[in-house]
């Protein structure tokens, strides 16, 4: 099974400003086949379900602001947020689909100062 | 719209069973993966099964593997997860989830079912 960490595992940020959230795999996501990234992230936000923010590492799921994006590789990968608004508290986790059975990391609680 | 809910939590007692359903409207249900995830109390989320769209296949967490079983019902959009065997680790929320065409991602999610165990 893949091991997934995150670090931080809470993050408290200032409104407006940045924030970085690292998620490690113990295998690579990389599928060498296709050269796509099997790693996604997810936000849940307090008393609701889970919501897609990217997936296969870059990409933006349908409706998620610019200020998100996710990078990296092999690994290691980051989501970062350009500058955080009160909105974005919940929290995040990365998620490893290279391998069954699928992995989530722990979860980077996040919220406001 | 893409809908999803789930229904058939409830209380049981361990070793019991459930049919957790997930009724999914607003897309061609049999195009589609389907997944569950799981979230225990004040926990992170557990990934619990996929099944892909026509049903012919399914995949598993080992910490359910032999006690649940995903099913489909492409004629009446219909997901369904039977739980037997349950303990105190299987009591948590249960999220079905429509995954993203090729990807595999969980785009859209249901509101969830509780499924508490208690003698």
């Known amino acids: 099974e893949i091991v997934m960490t995150q670090t931080p595992l809470s993050l408290s940020v200032t409104p407006g400003e940045p924030a970085s959230i690292s998620c490690r795999s113990s295998q690579s996501l990389l599928d060498t086949d296709d050269g796509d990234t099997f790693l996604d992230w997810y936000l849940q936000k307090p008393g609701l379900s889970p919501q897609l923010l990217i997936y296969?590492?870059?990409h933006r799921a349908s409706g998620v602001p610019d200020r998100f994006s996710g990078s990296g590789s092999g690994t290691d990968f980051t989501l970062k947020i350009s500058r955080v608004e009160a909105e974005d508290v919940g929290v995040y986790y990365c998620?490893?689909?290279?391998?069954?059975?699928?992995?989530f990391g722990p979860g980077t609680r996040v919220d406001i100062k | 719209e893409v809908q999803l809910l789930e229904s058939g939590g409830g209380l049981v007692q361990p070793g019991g069973s459930l049919r957790l359903s997930c009724a999914a409207s607003?897309?061609?249900?049999?195009?589609?993966?389907m997944t569950w995830v799981r979230q225990a109390p004040g926990k992170g989320l557990e990934w619990v099964s996929l099944i892909v769209g026509s049903g012919s296949s399914s995949y598993y967490a080992d910490s359910v593997k032999g006690r649940f079983t995903v099913s489909r019902d492409n004629s009446k959009n219909t997901l369904f997860l039977q739980v037997n065997g349950l303990t105190d680790e299987d009591a948590a929320v249960y999220y079905c989830?429509?995954?993203?065409?090729?990807?595999?991602?969980?785009?859209?999610w249901g509101p969830g079912t509780l499924v508490a165990v208690s003698s």
């Open positions: 296969s590492l870059s």
């Open positions: 989830a429509k995954t993203r065409p090729e990807t595999l991602a969980f785009e859209v």
């Open positions: 607003g897309f061609t249900f049999g195009n589609f993966a």
């Open positions: 998620m490893q689909r290279i391998d069954f059975p699928w992995t």
